[in-house]
């Protein structure tokens, strides 16, 4: 789907541009190069009519770039509703981890293709992503949800499923015991 960085780039730009004129919320974005996920904020219609625009535009482009004619995308994309904080943080957490559990790089802000360390204000790349969904489960205070999330997305031993915002507030000091026993 991607066969270089102008095709990733040409994919972000379509991104910001379908995000800063449709009613979504552009939450995450990870491009593979077989594929690309997408966390979004969006009524069913939006959606379905922002991911035809997005589509349609990329192949256009990347047919015209690398002179082929058909579609880009093989399939209808894959939708499922969000429910739930804990469900939201696992899916943020999967698409974030992509790139470095398929071997592409060690830490999820090293894929030049996330938009992971734009939210952890060590990219601009994605200046039209707003993870405020997710960080505002981490933290009311932004640099601490900035490193709560890290913990969550940079550690590989967090399991999926868990409840996630309880497990990465640190004890408070009434729920840690004395155990010197003195």
Known sequence: MFADGADCLSMIGQLERVTLDTDWTCIAAVLMGTHYHLIVDAGERVLADAMKRINWAYAVNHNKRHRRKGHR????????????????????????????????????????????????????????????????????????????????????????????????????????????GT
């Open 73 to 180: 995308v093989g399939c209808r994309y894959v939708s499922k509703p969000i429910d739930s904080e804990a469900y939201l943080l696992g899916c943020y957490r999967y698409v974030v981890r992509n790139p470095v559990e398929a071997g592409l790089c060690e830490r999820p802000e090293q894929w030049p293709w996330s938009s992971y360390a734009t939210t952890i204000e060590r990219s601009t790349a994605f200046p039209f992503v707003d993870a405020t969904l997710v960080l505002d489960q981490l933290d009311a205070n932004h640099e601490i949800a900035i490193e709560r999330l890290r913990g969550l997305c940079e550690n590989p031993l967090v399991p999926y499923g868990q409840d996630l915002p309880v497990a990465l507030r640190p004890a408070s000091r009434d729920e840690v015991s004395d155990t010197s």
